[in-house]
């Protein structure tokens, strides 16, 4: 099983930028379907965006389209999370995921993966 560790958040301004990473060991991520996943307080968890095996497909949630772009470097075993104009409902512990079933088209639901690091708060504030 893969352990999986997210870093890069923090307090940040509305229409301000972050960059999450997600970085794993135990195993190499060219075999796992990669998301990302919030969870804001009083609400449950929820798809953001996810990645292919190869990374040449993604896929966002509607409310973060245009504004967030997930990425992988294979080679450096660790999965992004581009952030960008960030807004005040983004806030929320974001969660990286690993998807150990080789389906061609990622998930979106929680039970899609396998396996999960422990978040990274994102705060924006307005």
């Known amino acids: 099983q893969v352990q999986l560790v997210e870093s890069g958040g923090g307090l940040v301004q509305a229409g301000g930028s972050l960059r999450l990473s997600c970085a794993a060991s135990?195993?190499?991520?060219?075999?796992?379907?990669m998301g990302w996943f919030r969870q804001a307080p009083g609400k449950e968890r929820e798809f953001v965006a996810a990645?292919?095996?190869?990374?040449?497909?993604?896929y966002y949630a509607d409310s973060v389209k245009d504004r967030l772009t997930i990425s992988r470097d294979n080679a450096k075993n660790t999965v992004y999370l581009q952030m960008n104009n960030l807004k005040p409902e983004d806030t929320a512990v974001y969660y990286c995921?690993?998807?150990?079933?080789?389906?061609?088209?990622?998930?979106?639901?929680?039970?899609?993966?396998?396996?999960w690091g422990r978040g990274t708060q994102v705060t924006v504030s307005s």
């Open positions: 990645i292919n095996l190869n990374g040449d497909k993604t």
């Open positions: 135990g195993g190499t991520l060219r075999s796992y379907g």
């Open positions: 995921a690993a998807d150990r079933s080789l389906r061609l088209v990622p998930g979106r639901s929680t039970r899609d993966y396998n396996s």
